[in-house]
T-cell receptor, first 116, second 111 residues
Framework: EAGVAQSPRYKIIEKRQSVAFWCNPI?????LYWYQQILGQGPKLLIQ????????DSQLPKDRFSAERLKGVDSTLKIQPAKLEDSAVYLC??????????????FGPGTRLTVT | EDKVVQSPLSLVVHEGDTVTLNCSYE??????LLWYKQEKKAPTFLFML????IEKKSGRLSSILDKKELFSILNITATQTGDSAIYLCAVGSGNTGKLIFGQGTTLQVKP
């Protein structure tokens, strides 16, 4: 079974530029998550999709971050404009629903973003 | 505010040692507690615990949950250099699958 795919793996941009990340979840996983992991911290949830609807985006900085999941499969996360404090690893994860299995989230390799 | 706290933040041991990693939590609407191992890439799932006092075991790793005292421990026996990683504790909250992560424990196992 193929895992969660993400691209690019690394990205370096200057502040005020824009950037986009792509994620393809495990086949059949209805729920998709985007996390931000700053160095030395645990992952922090940015947004959660159930199929193509948003379940939780309470911690997404909506003035600069946006995300979509068209057709309930692939997802993109965009930052525009980027700030220095956005330097982090952006992790995508997916899980099966319903029930307790939904907490078993499977992560992609992440995109390491450096903003200079 | 929900929080998950792990201790110690970092640990250095030698091969063959036994280590115990701690995770305490204050989370509303607790549903489950999970442990992940993170090397230089994605976190990989280790255990999910939902009931107090029932040990989960996989090889040299084991974990147990205490829902009364609001903590969990992860034990690793006979450590190997391949166990070097960041170990993340996360708590599942509510019915949507939301996970709240601790800051992680960085384990280094020296030969």
């Amino acid at each position: 079974e193929a895992g969660v795919a993400q691209s690019p793996r690394y990205k370096i941009i200057e502040k005020r530029q824009s950037v986009a990340f792509w994620c393809n979840p495990i086949s059949g996983h209805a729920t998709l998550y985007w996390y931000q992991q700053i160095l030395g911290q645990g992952p922090k949830l940015l947004i959660q999709f159930q199929n193509n609807g948003v379940v939780d985006d309470s911690q997404l900085p909506k003035d600069r971050f946006s995300a979509e999941r068209l057709k309930g499969v692939d997802s993109t996360l965009k930052i525009q404009p980027a700030k220095l404090e956005d330097s982090a690893v952006y992790l995508c994860a997916s899980s099966i629903r319903p029930g307790l299995k939904t907490y078993e989230q499977y992560f992609g390799p992440g995109t390491r973003l450096t903003v200079t | 505010e929900d929080k998950v706290v792990q201790s110690p933040l970092s640990l250095v041991v030698h091969e063959g040692d036994t280590v115990t990693l701690n995770c305490s939590y204050e989370v509303t609407n607790f549903r489950s507690l999970l442990w992940y191992k993170q090397e230089k890439k994605a976190p990989t799932f280790l255990f999910m615990l939902t009931s107090s006092g029932i040990e989960k075991k996989s090889g040299r790793l084991s974990s147990i949950l205490d829902k009364k005292e609001l903590f969990s421990i992860l034990n690793i026996t006979a450590t190997q250099t391949g166990d070097s990683a960041i170990y993340l504790c996360a708590v599942g909250s509510g019915n949507t699958g939301k996970l709240i992560f601790g800051q992680g424990t960085t384990l280094q196992v020296k030969p």
